[in-house]
């Protein structure tokens, strides 16, 4: 069935490094991909969208890629900060009148100070 | 703006029991979700409203039922809890199909 998977499950950087988190999907219907990030205890937090006519969209101090020929979606924060540490999920919408979200399992990430 | 409010933040049933677990929204949101996380599972749907009036069956609908009471509450409700019922229960809105979804804080269920 279609999918949405992370590469990684954990992801651990330095403080100030640059973070990158990988996102595969399988439903080439899908137009719509949403990063969110979820700290320990709440809610998941809208981080920045992409729709599938686009390649790149940037926000602040992050920028999503998304490459639709081999499927793949990115995060990548800049400068990480230790209140960057979460779970960062990747969740994609099929299209047309589908209300539902399909969302991957999640990539923990750790900042070291 | 409180966003997306869920109450109760924590409870805890024994089998058998229901419950109703409260969602609201002030964002004039059309649609809003009921979601359960599970470790390992990430977030599954249970239930949305697509607007008020509407509600469609999710990816793991069973043992639950839900009501859109108005424009700003949907209210998922639990008419006979299971062990596997326990989760960490979402609520979300948003404004339509293709938009992002905003997420509440989260009722942790516990049933014994």
């Known amino acids: 069935g279609e999918s949405v998977g992370l590469h990684l499950p954990t992801l651990s950087v330095q403080e100030g490094d640059n973070s990158i988190i990988n996102c595969a999907y399988s439903n080439s219907a899908s137009d719509y991909f949403i990063w969110y990030k979820q700290e320990s205890g709440k809610g998941p937090q809208f981080i920045i969208d992409?729709?599938?006519?686009?390649d790149k969209r940037q926000g602040q101090r992050v920028t999503v890629l998304l490459n639709k020929t081999v499927k793949h979606l990115s995060l990548q924060i800049a400068a990480t900060q230790p209140g960057d540490s979460a779970v960062y999920f990747c969740a994609e919408n099929s299209g047309g009148s589908n209300y539902k979200l399909t969302f991957g399992k999640g990539t923990l990430l750790t900042v070291n100070p | 703006n409180a966003g997306v409010t869920q109450t109760p933040k924590f409870q805890v049933l024994k089998t058998g029991q229901s419950m109703t677990l409260q969602c609201a929204q002030d964002m004039n949101h059309n649609s809003m979700y009921w979601y359960r996380q599970d470790p390992g599972m990430g977030l599954r749907l249970i239930y949305y409203s697509a607007s008020e009036g509407t509600t469609d069956k999710g990816e793991v609908p069973n043992g639950y039922n839900v009501s859109r009471l108005n424009k700003r509450e949907f209210s998922l409700r639990l008419e006979s809890a299971a062990p596997s019922q326990t989760s960490v229960y979402f609520c979300?809105?948003?404004?339509?199909?293709?938009?992002?979804?905003?997420f509440g804080p989260g009722t942790r269920l516990t049933v014994l």
């Open positions: 979300a809105s948003g404004w339509g199909a293709t938009d992002t979804q905003y």
């Open positions: 992409i729709r599938s006519n686009m």
